[in-house]
C-alpha cells in the first residue's frame, strides 16, 4: 500500500473475483468510504456509478469470462476522493473506444462507448495505465469540498 | 432488484426498483423483451423505485425503445424518474428523446 499518498483517510481496499454478482458489493464498499473521505451525496452517487463501469470494464473486457481478481482500492490525497480499479485481465485502451454521439437520436445511436463516457463526466480525473506488474489501472479522481 | 409487469388494457407498465448494473440488466432487458414477444410494444416503465441505472441498463432502454417504435407501432416511456438517474439519463442524451412523465398515471394517459 501506498502510504506515503494517504491523507486524511487510511486507505481501503477490496478484492473481488471477476464476477458481475461482485458489481453491487463494490458499489456499497465505495460509497462507504467516499462518505467517509467527505465526498457530498451527489458526488458519492457519481464516483460509484464511475467505478461499476470501470469494474464492469474490467470483467467483461479485461477477463472476458475468465477468472480474475479485481482490486478496488480507495484514498484521499492532495484534496481527491481517489479511486483504483485494478485487473489483471487483457490490456484496455481506451483509445481505441469511440465517444458516443450523446446528441445522435436513439435509432441511429451506436451502443458502445457510453461506460467510458460516464467514467469521464462523472469524475474530476480519469487516468489509465497497464504494466505486467502492477495490472491495468484506472484511477478515478473525485475533488473533496473545500476546507476539508 | 425487483421488477413488475402490470398488463393494462392501453399499455403494459414494468417497474423498476432497486439496482440496475450489468448484473442485473439482463433481468431488465427479459422483462421489456417479454412484453415484445407477447405483441404488447406500448410500455411505460416506471422508474419511481430505481436505486442506480448503469450504462448497461441504458443499453437495453435504448433497444427497447427502438424495437417498441419500429413500424410506428408503439413507444417506451418513462415515469416517475428518481432526480439522480434522470442526471445520468439527460448526460446520455435520452431524456432528449424518451417521453418522460412525473408519475404512472400520466405516463400511461399519454397512450
Not at chain 1, 454521439?101 to 445511436?109: C, G, H, K, N, V
Not at chain 1, 506488474?133 to 478515478?140: A, K, P, S, T
Request: charged letters at 25%.
Amino acid at each position: 500500500m501506498e502510504r506515503s499518498q494517504v491523507g486524511a483517510m487510511e486507505p481501503f481496499e477490496l478484492c473481488v473475483s471477476s464476477d458481475l454478482t461482485q458489481l453491487a458489493r463494490i458499489s456499497e464498499f465505495v460509497a462507504q468510504s467516499a462518505r467517509q473521505a467527505g465526498v457530498s451525496e451527489a458526488g458519492v452517487f457519481e464516483i460509484q456509478m464511475a467505478t461499476d463501469e470501470a469494474c464492469t470494464n474490467s470483467i467483461e473486457h479485461a477477463y472476458s469470462g475468465h477468472t480474475g481478481e479485481v482490486r478496488v482500492c480507495c484514498w484521499v490525497e492532495e484534496g481527491d476522493f481517489v479511486v483504483r480499479v485494478t485487473d489483471f485481465g487483457r490490456r484496455f485502451d481506451p483509445n481505441q473506444v469511440p465517444l458516443p454521439d450523446t446528441s445522435a437520436p436513439l435509432e441511429s445511436r451506436d451502443i458502445g462507448g457510453l461506460g467510458l463516457f460516464f467514467m469521464r463526466e462523472l469524475t474530476d480525473h480519469v487516468e489509465f495505465s497497464s504494466d505486467a506488474v502492477q495490472g491495468n489501472r484506472v484511477i478515478l479522481r473525485k475533488h473533496l469540498p473545500l476546507g476539508r | 432488484m425487483n421488477i413488475e409487469t402490470t398488463q393494462l388494457k392501453r399499455c403494459n407498465i414494468i417497474k423498476l426498483e432497486g439496482r440496475f448494473d450489468s448484473n442485473t440488466a439482463p433481468n431488465m432487458e427479459q422483462a421489456l423483451k417479454d412484453s415484445i414477444h407477447s405483441g404488447v410494444f406500448r410500455i411505460v416503465v416506471d422508474m419511481s423505485g430505481v436505486e442506480f441505472f448503469s450504462s448497461a441498463a441504458i443499453r437495453i432502454l435504448i433497444m427497447a425503445y427502438k424495437e417498441c417504435r419500429r413500424w410506428n407501432r408503439g413507444d417506451v416511456r418513462l415515469a416517475a424518474v428518481p432526480e439522480r438517474i434522470a442526471q445520468v439519463l439527460d448526460l446520455a442524451g435520452i431524456l432528449t428523446f424518451i417521453e418522460t412523465y412525473p408519475d404512472t398515471t400520466l405516463a400511461v394517459g399519454s397512450y
